[in-house]
């Protein structure tokens, strides 16, 4: 290790001395240039010095005793093939998964494709967002993809050591508490009251007389309620059947009078309907041309009445909107010999295109009107 520490700082030391003498050379041919060339290798400085200040958070045993301040320096050591850089990939796969140490531990003899596939395997397991193949593992990948997965895995590291770190805080709380419970219980089955405790001996002094003196009174009122309600009862009883008894007598007397005048205004009902077919034939036929509806005297005379009653209802609305109509289009002739009239939304009319609107608008009313009528006079009369 301490050999591998020191290769470490010399290309360490190296690379920081050509990235000095690089960025020396660059600043002079490239001053006053920034394109999006520079931007990604700014994006990528960034990155590796983010990623490699978490490695040292961890305390990766690797990089102990390396001070790096340059970018390229960290990039050339993090991103380019090396067993060096292995070994440090290794070490953050071991502890983002420790399942995994006895094939990735550096003192082992696997081969290096069998360490590969247990790595994809575990980026697998670990669900890494950015893609996992053996290029970039190899350090073969491009720079930003090498850093993003790095930086994903020291995630997934710093994850697990606070996980860790929760639940031995967690079990610690436990074995606290179960030592304070056996503290407890022993110090309670060791005293001395042991046998009262299990054995309570309790006797309730109770006053027997005052209870049952109490309970007594409480009894008497509950019955004294339950006498009055009794009584309620019984009274509302009488109050009906005195009711009952004179409706049955009213009932047997009136009977036939009541009939009577069922019969009367029943009767009377039916000479006023005849009464208005006989107008409705004589002056309300004109207007649609139908034939009076027919009424057996002997038919079910409510029926039939209110069906007629509907149907002259919707005549007499029929004759109104008529008439409405004509009255508008009086007034609207009025209107245009008195001077321009406009009939439209927007637009200037005469008076005879208004009236063709209205003739037309008349007709659909008509034929709207006779399909309604015809609804309501198509009566089936139950003789």
């Not at 720079?143 to 995630?155: G, N």
């Not at 309670?188 to 209870?211: E, I, M, Q």
């Amino acid at each position: 290790m301490a050999e591998l520490g020191a290769a470490a700082g010399a290309a360490a030391a190296g690379a920081d001395a050509g990235a000095a003498a690089g960025g020396d050379a660059g600043a002079g041919a490239g001053a006053g240039c920034y394109c999006p060339e520079n931007q990604a290798e700014d994006r990528e400085s960034k990155l590796a010095m983010e990623v490699f200040e978490k490695l040292k958070d961890l305390q990766c045993p690797l990089i102990k005793g390396l001070h790096i301040k340059q970018p390229e320096t960290v990039k050339q050591l993090l991103c380019t093939p090396s067993k060096y850089r292995m070994d440090i990939l290794q070490w953050m796969y071991t502890r983002a998964c420790p399942s995994s140490a006895p094939v990735l531990n550096p003192t082992s003899r696997t081969p290096e494709e069998a360490k590969i596939q247990v790595m994809l395997s575990v980026s697998r397991e670990l669900m890494l967002s950015g893609p996992v193949t053996s290029d970039i593992l190899l350090g073969r990948g491009g720079t930003l993809e090498q850093l993003r997965l790095i930086e994903e895995l020291l995630d997934a590291v710093r994850s697990m050591a606070t996980g860790c770190l929760i639940m031995s805080s967690v079990e610690r709380q436990f074995k606290e508490t179960r030592e304070e419970n056996e503290k407890l219980l022993g110090n309670l089955f060791s005293s001395p009251h042991l046998r009262s405790l299990l054995r309570p001996d309790c006797k309730a002094r109770v006053n027997t007389h005052v209870y049952d003196s109490k309970r007594k009174v409480n009894e008497d009122k509950t019955v004294l309620v339950m006498v009055k309600q009794l009584q309620e009862s019984v009274d509302k009883l009488e109050v009906l059947r005195a009711e009952h008894k004179k409706a049955v007598g009213v009932g047997s007397a009136e009977a036939g009078i009541l009939e009577q005048k069922l019969r009367l205004v029943i009767s009377d009902f039916h000479q006023l309907v005849l009464a208005f077919l006989q107008v409705y034939d004589k002056e309300l036929s004109e207007c649609c041309n139908l034939d009076c509806p027919f009424i057996h005297p002997l038919g079910p005379i409510i029926e039939t009445v209110c069906r007629t009653l509907i149907s002259c209802r919707k005549l007499l609305k029929a004759v109104l909107d008529v008439t409405e109509t004509s009255a508008n289009a009086v007034d609207t002739a009025e209107k245009q010999q008195e001077g321009g009239q406009s009939y439209g939304a927007s637009v200037a009319m005469s008076l005879a295109a208004k009236m063709e609107e209205l003739i037309q608008k008349y007709k659909l009313f008509s034929v709207s009107l006779k399909k309604r009528l015809e609804e309501g006079f198509d009566l089936e009369v139950i003789l």
